[in-house]
């Protein structure tokens, strides 16, 4: 097996091909993107410790103002229980919040030498979807994110655990999850790290990586 002489900074980089992995979760007004309003977002930087292990290094998250003209289904905030006139939820313009998550993954893809971040997100083809809907609204240039590739803990957890459900599949994994906290962006988030940090690191256990020369 390679031994891991250099940085774990500098070895994150030819981890994922480059890409820096940055989970995330997004709470929604409806299933469409473009129409239903981004309410809450959440990000979890990894880092490598010195043995190749991932784990959980930062967490960001923002309640989120609907954009104008958009779409809040009731349905969806009795599933997430969203309160959006609660006095301290305290929401952000979409852009702005959206700047201010994208500021420490930037800084993070630059520090490690990695190319760009790839999201990792629980079924993640819906979170870039409304991600990237709404830097499109937003007309924000500096999209950390690669723009279609991701990292799906559903079917990675499908696959090592037999589970597709978040909270099933982190109990098979053994990792506490509270379905009374579940449908936060940030709580979603922490578990779906950890999730997806058990299975890399389990992989890497099995012989996996890093691979011989």
Excluded at 47 to 72: A, R
Excluded at 82 to 89: F, G, K
Excluded at 174 to 189: E, M, P, Q, R, V
Aim: aromatic share 10%.
């Amino acid at each position: 097996m390679q031994i891991l002489e250099e940085s774990s900074d500098t070895f994150m980089a030819k981890r994922f091909r480059g890409f820096l992995p940055v989970v995330v979760d997004v709470e929604t007004g409806g299933f469409d993107s473009h129409s239903n309003a981004l309410l809450e977002i959440a990000a979890v930087i990894l880092e490598m410790d010195g043995q190749g292990n991932l784990q959980i290094k930062e967490s960001y998250s923002k309640n989120i103002e609907p954009f104008p003209g958009s779409i809040v289904e009731e349905s969806a905030l009795e599933f997430t229980g969203i309160d959006l006139y609660d006095p301290e939820r305290d929401p952000e313009e979409e852009g702005e919040a959206l700047r201010e998550i994208f500021q420490p993954i930037r800084r993070e893809v630059s520090i490690t030498g990695c190319t760009r971040a790839v999201m990792v997100a629980h079924n993640a083809h819906f979170d870039l979807g409304f991600v990237n809907a709404a830097v499109d609204r937003c007309r924000i240039k500096r999209n950390p994110f690669h723009p279609f590739s991701c990292f799906d803990t559903s079917g990675l957890a499908g696959l090592t655990y037999g589970q597709t459900v978040l909270a099933k599949a982190c109990k098979v994994a053994g990792i506490d999850f509270n379905n009374h906290d579940a449908h936060s962006a940030l709580y979603d988030t922490v578990k779906t790290a950890e999730l997806f940090c058990n299975i890399v690191n389990r992989w890497k256990e099995l012989g996996g990586w890093p691979l011989k020369d």
